[in-house]
């Protein structure tokens, strides 16, 4: 069984085991009980990279609100525009 670190090994996997199966070289008992743990994988590989995203959208934030607030922005607004003036 090939190494299961990357998206792409995780389908060709999945490829392969229902190529097996038509060939006869696979029982679809055990291709169907490697289906899920392979699922898992996949869904556990698929978070790994949502959760490195993130975690770079998030820096790149904290990168862009150290730089406004150094050049003296406020986030808030000098006026609201959804209230009358008093």
Do not use: C, W
């Not at 898992?40 to 862009?64: P, S």
């Not at 730089?67 to 607004?77: I, N």
């Amino acid at each position: 069984m090939p190494k299961l670190d990357k998206v792409i090994a995780v389908q060709d996997a999945v490829e392969k085991l229902i190529s097996d199966v038509y060939a006869g070289k696979l029982h679809p008992r055990v291709a169907a009980g490697l289906a899920p743990l392979l699922n898992l994988q996949l869904r556990a590989l698929e978070a790994t990279e949502l959760e490195r995203r993130l975690a770079k959208v998030e820096k790149l934030l904290a990168r862009a609100e150290a730089k406004s607030s150094r050049k003296g922005y406020d986030e808030t607004p000098a006026h609201d525009f959804r209230k009358p003036a008093s």
